[in-house]
T-cell receptor
Framework: DSGVTQTPKHLITATGQRVTLRCSPRSGDLSVYWYQQSLDQGLQFLIQ???????AKGNILERFSAQQFPDLHSELNLSSLELGDSALYFCASSPTGDLRGQPQHFGDGTRLSIL | QKEVEQDPGPLSVPEGAIVSLNCTYSNSAFQYFMWYRQYSRKGPELLMYTYSSGNKEDGRFTAQVDKSSKYISLFIRDSQPSDSATYLCAMSAVDTDKLIFGTGTRLQVFP
């Protein structure tokens, strides 16, 4: 058990809809990362938050947004969903955003299926 | 060209074999190297973490980094069916905590 909790485990919805994925980091971790994993693209970095502030952006679509709350949990919001958004979405956490090269610990993901 | 290249496999070996998994990379700024194991329907689990060049051993697992060749390896000794999973390499540079992942190698260890 990595200590990173993601809910829900599975989400089924339709095109055009909006969903929210939730992540609770390991106790004491200040940084939260979001990744998308699909069969053909591998694990793609979306966005990082550190102690409530956006820290780095990756290949995140404008239809997607995230935030980190004062209690350090994070939410990833996906809107105007398309079939191609079907994927596994992982959250990871690390202790700080100031020490480089810190390993990240992953939750078990949310499987998003768009019908 | 991707920053990190990894053979997708699948790699199929008999129980007890020595397994060699590899990644090559193009960015000479990478200094931190990790290996993750991912079982089906689970998140990646950190296996090994190394800084710069050299070897690191942990039980049946050995990680090697050759920065001059931009090549990293993970060796698994006495492989077990429970080692069957996808293995992902990941790396980052000193000026960022963003990890770049390989696409993963699927390993199957048969009894």
């Amino acid at each position: 058990d990595s200590g990173v909790t993601q809910t829900p485990k599975h989400l089924i919805t339709a095109t055009g809809q909006r969903v929210t994925l939730r992540c609770s980091p390991r106790s004491g971790d200040l940084s939260v990362y979001w990744y998308q994993q699909s069969l053909d693209q591998g694990l793609q970095f979306l966005i990082q938050y550190y102690n409530g502030e956006e820290r780095a952006k990756g290949n995140i679509l404008e239809r997607f947004s995230a935030q980190q709350f004062p209690d350090l949990h994070s939410e990833l919001n996906l809107s105007s969903l398309e079939l191609g958004d079907s994927a596994l979405y992982f959250c990871a956490s690390s202790p700080t955003g100031d020490l480089r090269g810190q390993p990240q610990h992953f939750g078990d993901g949310t499987r998003l299926s768009i019908l | 060209q991707k920053e990190v290249e990894q053979d997708p496999g699948p790699l199929s070996v008999p129980e007890g074999a020595i397994v060699s998994l590899n990644c090559t990379y193009s960015n000479s700024a990478f200094q931190y190297f990790m290996w993750y194991r991912q079982y089906s329907r689970k998140g990646p689990e950190l296996l090994m973490y190394t800084y710069s060049s050299g070897n690191k051993e942990d039980g049946r697992f050995t990680a090697q980094v050759d920065k001059s060749s931009k090549y990293i390896s993970l060796f698994i000794r006495d492989s077990q069916p429970s080692d069957s999973a996808t293995y992902l390499c990941a790396m980052s540079a000193v000026d960022t905590d963003k990890l770049i992942f390989g696409t993963g190698t699927r390993l199957q260890v048969f009894p």
